[in-house]
């Protein structure tokens, strides 16, 4: 049968805490550190501290904690670093033969987040 490898550094494994949180409509694997883009938040700018308690799953190595379906009093916490949109996504609507035609075009907004802790 398969056997599950884990990594070593020297004589002790190595520990990566993680988490998982929903936010947006989406789910992010996060660690302390890690930058990633959301759906723009209302009402936050640049320079904001933020608090993730949508937390689905906490692992620190050893442990799992995983939630039903939120992990209670857990949270992760981050700053914005910056408040932008994405590139245009251009959307075409054209049927033949019959000359419809029309194209629209669509920016999403987004906050560049650094999670500074895991908390749970």
Known sequence: M???KT????????????AVIKT???QYKVKEGDTLNIE???????GDKISFDDVLLIDNGTTSKVGMPLVAGAT???EILDAGRNQKVVVIHYKQKSRYYKKAGHRQHHLKV?????KG
Do not use: H, L, N, R
């Open 40 to 46: 723009k938040i209302e009402g936050k700018a640049k």
């Open 76 to 78: 992760v916490d981050g």
């Open 24 to 26: 947006g409509g989406k």
């Open 114 to 118: 650094k999670i500074t802790g895991i």
């Open 2 to 4: 398969a056997e599950k």
């Open 7 to 18: 990594k070593k550094t020297g004589d002790s494994q190595a520990t990566e805490s993680f």
